[in-house]
Structures are given as C-alpha cells and as structure tokens.
C-alpha cells in the first residue's frame, strides 16, 4: 500500500525559502517516477515538478523554474522552494504511482 506523508510547509515571507519533504513507503522507491502539484485556495490542481526513478532528469513548470528544485533520496522526495511569491501559496502534495499524500500548506505573505 503507496504511503505518502508531505511535511515542511509553513509561513515564509516573500523571497524566503522552504524545503518540502515527502516520506515513501509500500512501494520500490527507486522504481517510479514522482512529482509535486499544488492546490490554491480556490483553484485546481496545478503541476509543478517531476522527476525520473533514478533522479536522471527533472521538469519544471514554468511558474517556478529557476526557484524550485526537485530531488530524491533514500526513500525521500524533495522540493527546495527558493525566491517564493505569494502566488506560491497553496497546499502542496507528493504523487508516485497515482497515490497522493494528505498535502503540506504553505503561505507565502509578509
């Protein structure tokens, strides 16, 4: 059973910095690709980031290339959220495999 548990948000102020965390379990983490999506107060889901099973290559959406930085380890999913906005906020959430964790909020205000 794919379990998925997201910490490490919390308040920032504009241009601060945050790191995401996701915890894998049930599933051979080194076998799947994974990926982060957001959800803004009254807004859809929004992709954000992806990465390969062995960490050989990452994608970006375009809101958040050059700031965000994807990687894993261990049996650990990674986002380093660097230079955040305000539109930044929203809940963010760890996907592998089509399951998805309960989501981490983080708000970006001053």
């Known amino acids: 059973q794919v379990q998925l548990v997201e910490s490490g948000g919390g308040l920032a102020q504009p241009g601060g910095s945050l790191r995401l965390s996701c915890a894998a379990s049930?599933?051979?983490?080194?076998?799947?690709?994974m990926s982060w999506a957001r959800q803004a107060p009254g807004k859809g889901l929004e992709w954000v980031s992806g990465?390969?099973?062995?960490?050989?290559d990452t994608y970006y959406a375009d809101s958040v290339k050059g700031r965000f930085t994807i990687s894993r380890d261990g049996l650990t999913l990674y986002l380093q959220m660097n230079s955040l906005k305000p539109e930044d906020t929203a809940v963010y959430y760890c996907?592998?495999?089509?399951?998805w964790g309960q989501g981490t909020q983080v708000t970006v205000s001053s």
């Open positions: 049930g599933f051979t983490f080194s076998s799947y690709a």
């Open positions: 990465i390969y099973s062995d960490g050989s």
């Open positions: 996907n592998a495999k089509g399951s």
